[in-house]
């Protein structure tokens, strides 16, 4: 089995070193980077399988590095995960919003790294896998009309949204085609695959997230949640789309005007 290609972006060499030493083995291989620029430039010459990112750099912080990486035709799909010794809420905000898929705070504990890397990078396999089953078969020519029928039934749609599981793109009733990060797509998709049914916080953790019940923050939930809605829905503030089920959680009605 090949090793997990893993970039540690990481200002603190003390911290950066513990990390590589934690991870070297048989299941990673690690590269490091102390700054951002170098990150991008490794990034750049190799595409990891996920990257460990601080956010307190000098140059280049980790929220434009993070950027950077989303909008590179090459990286963008590449999960991150935020290391940081920023614990504000909106420093983690801004860190989501950038398009990072998790958040890790220091200091900080070695096998919860390790147990949120691997369920990162099970996530990724699983939805590489399901895209690759949705590819058609090289050589292969259909007819328009199969074509259609084909595309219809790849896509999911729900009242005026349109999710296409190839391209990672939604289309909106007011926002045009949106291209959703790795997480915000499966998100998306999770909730618009169980149209009708109420998830929580902590199940989402556990189906999306892929983390045990015991670990990870409900808090990471509802910053996607609340990001997610930012980018595709009308008015954000009262979201129709992706509706808050007051003292359960969140859900998209298979009837997008039924009441909420």
């Known amino acids: 089995m090949d090793k997990a290609n893993i970039l540690v972006i990481e200002n603190d060499e003390i911290v950066a070193r513990t990390i590589e030493r934690s991870l070297r083995g048989d299941e990673f291989q690690v590269r490091v980077a102390y700054g951002g620029l170098e990150g991008l430039k490794l990034a750049r010459q190799e595409p990891p399988d996920l990257v460990i990112l601080d956010i307190i750099m000098p140059g280049m912080d980790g929220y434009e590095v993070c950027d950077e990486i989303r909008n590179d035709t090459r990286l963008e799909e590449v999960p991150i995960l935020f290391l940081t010794a920023k614990i504000k809420d909106e420093d983690i905000i801004a860190g989501l919003k950038a398009g990072a898929d998790d958040y890790i705070t220091k200091p900080f504990n070695v096998d919860e790294l390790i147990l949120r890397i691997r369920a990162i990078l099970r996530r990724t396999l699983n939805v590489q896998e399901m895209r690759a089953g949705l590819a058609p078969e090289s050589g292969t020519v259909e ?9 219809a039934n790849i896509q999911l749609v729900i009242g005026d949204y349109r999710l296409d ?82 003292g359960f959680g969140y859900t998209i009605y298979p009837d997008p005007n039924t009441p909420g």
């Open 143 to 151: 007819p328009a009309e199969a074509a259609e029928e084909a595309q």
């Open 165 to 246: 599981p190839r391209t990672f793109e939604v289309d909106t009733p007011d926002h045009g085609r949106i291209r959703l990060t790795p997480i915000q797509f499966d998100l998306l998709y999770h909730l618009m695959s169980h149209a009708g049914e109420v998830f929580s916080p902590m199940r989402l953790l556990d189906e999306i997230w892929d983390y045990p019940s015991d670990r990870g923050s409900p808090d990471l939930v509802r910053v996607h949640i609340k990001t997610l809605r930012e980018r595709i829905e009308s008015d954000p503030r009262s979201p129709e789309f992706i509706r808050t089920v007051p």
